[in-house]
């Protein structure tokens, strides 16, 4: 019903840049809190950034300064701005969405795939 489709992840040296994408699609109603979260081999998934309808953020203080989150309502979009990266930025970054596909049903969380991120020399 509804697909998350992240794009934008890659290799990258470290103090690089990198922009990640991600576009919901399907039966939407609306969409409230959007964000990214990361998860490394053997380590719990955890959260990077969240941004709400209202674009109030919130980030993690390991990439608070480094990372900008923005969304794009009239698209369902949001977007990571990722800059001076580090080699502990390395993981698979995953695009979440709390999604009302009708004004009769409540809220539900939805994923994307995932979108391998690779910070090295």
């Known amino acids: 019903q509804v697909q998350l489709v992240e794009s934008g992840g890659g290799l990258v040296q470290p103090g690089g840049s990198l922009r990640l994408s991600c576009a919901a699609s399907g039966s939407i109603f609306s969409i409230r809190t959007m964000g990214w979260y990361r998860q490394v081999p053997g380590k719990q998934r955890e959260l990077v950034a969240t941004?709400?309808?209202?674009?109030?953020?919130n980030y993690a203080d390991a990439v608070k300064g480094r990372f900008t989150i923005s969304r794009d309502n009239a698209k369902n979009t949001v977007y990571l701005q990722m800059n001076s990266l580090k080699p502990e930025d390395t993981a698979v970054y995953y695009c979440?969405?709390?999604?009302?596909?009708?004004?009769?049903?409540?809220?539900?969380?939805?994923w994307g795939q995932g979108t391998q991120v690779t910070v090295s020399s």
């Open positions: 941004i709400t309808k209202l674009r109030n953020t």
């Open positions: 979440n969405a709390d999604v009302r596909i009708t004004i009769a049903t409540t809220w539900s969380d939805y």
